[in-house]
């Protein structure tokens, strides 16, 4: 399984970004997506995620700010972000937990295949 994360880019406060994560196989509609972070300096941090049974959550720094789709006909999820801060600077990951597992899903080590990430940078 192959996870391609793209859209990161610079933005300024305030401001809007896209990033798309394109799944290869078969079984995508039946994997559970997240999406991490990484700020420099920092932990790897649970952003949020699509569930393969359709729930949606996030960390509790979104506060309604981020937006987790999926398309299953694309095989892709997106993370739609709103109301950029600074402090949202870091490298964005998708990653995808196969397991099928009923509830949710937080730590890394959960999800069983990650991308190689996309910068998001926000200007102040």
């Known amino acids: 399984v192959q996870l391609q994360a793209s859209g990161g880019g610079l933005v300024q406060a305030g401001g809007s970004l896209r990033l798309s994560c394109a799944v290869s196989?078969?079984?995508?509609?039946?994997?559970?997506m997240g999406w991490f972070r990484q700020a420099p300096g920092k932990e790897r941090e649970f952003v949020g995620a699509d569930t393969w049974n359709g729930d949606t959550y996030y960390g509790d720094f979104v506060k309604g700010r981020f937006t987790i789709s999926r398309d299953n006909a694309k095989n892709t999820v997106y993370l739609q972000m709103n109301s950029l801060k600074p402090e949202d600077t870091a490298v964005y990951y998708c990653a995808a937990d196969s397991r099928r597992v009923l509830g949710r899903s937080y730590r890394t080590n959960e999800y069983d295949y990650w991308g190689q990430g996309t910068l998001v940078t926000v200007s102040s």
């Open positions: 196989g078969r079984a995508f509609s039946t994997y559970s």
